[in-house]
């Protein structure tokens, strides 16, 4: 029944790792968002798919790849890990997203924490 | 960028009271949405509203677009309300948070 799902919740790696992140939607939504939160709690938006097809990118490095397999998934791959990318990420979704700035209701899902050792 | 300040910073209510939580912006905008992290890390949407006002329960909103502010109204505080709230704001392709208003309510 959990409306956007992240797996794993807990991520423990060390640096210079591969990693991935899954996240899954089932409320039939056309847009998928991966935001990060740092440890002061600051969130920042890092992708969104509309449809499979990219609409923000954020200026992350290019060491985060978002995959988005079908409309409802939208998993998170990041190469070769430093210490600067602990943080919780999060999956949001939302129905619809016409153009920016005109976003409808975004749904979140509970969250990746991710430390880098 | 456009900034998104919010204020206060932190705030401590005893169950019962009310409060306003402030969220300015340095540009215009056509969305503003409201969200609440509760004490174990989940986002939860509160309001999209990108103007007027907006009422769910004991929480309203409002936003004045001409004026670059929106308040979160919150009433009979409960322990429940505990938690980070966010203001957020979208424009051209970037997607702005403010920094939280961390809301503390003790029984």
């Known amino acids: 029944d959990t409306a956007v799902s992240q797996t794993p919740k807990y991520l423990v790696t060390q640096m210079g790792n591969d990693k991935s992140i899954k996240c899954e939607q089932n409320l039939g939504h056309d847009t998928m968002y991966w935001y990060k939160q740092d440890s002061k709690k600051f969130l920042k938006i890092m992708f969104s798919?509309?449809?499979?097809?990219?609409?923000i990118n954020e200026t992350v490095p290019n060491r985060f790849s978002p995959k988005s397999p079908d409309k409802a998934h939208l998993n998170l791959h990041i190469n070769s890990l430093e210490l600067g990318d602990s943080a919780v990420y999060f999956c949001?979704?939302?129905?619809?997203?016409?153009?920016?700035?005109?976003?409808?209701?975004?749904?979140f899902g509970p969250g990746t924490r991710l430390t880098v050792l | 960028g456009i900034q998104v300040e919010q204020s206060p910073p932190d705030l401590i209510l005893q169950e019962g009271a009310n409060s306003t939580l402030r969220c300015n912006f340095s540009d215009s905008v056509n969305n503003l949405q409201w969200f609440h992290q509760n004490p174990w890390g989940q986002l939860i949407n509160l309001f999209y509203?990108?103007?007027g006002t907006k009422q769910n329960g004991r929480l309203s909103a409002t936003t004045v677009a001409t004026e670059r502010y929106s308040l979160l109204y919150i009433s009979s505080s409960q322990t429940t309300d505990s938690g980070v709230y966010f203001c957020a704001v979208p424009t051209g392709n970037q997607f702005y948070f403010g920094t939280g208003t961390s809301l503390t309510v003790i029984p």
């Open positions: 509203i990108p103007s």
């Open positions: 949001a979704s939302s129905p619809y997203v016409s153009s920016w700035g005109r976003t409808d209701t975004q749904y």
């Open positions: 798919y509309n449809n499979k097809e990219l609409i």
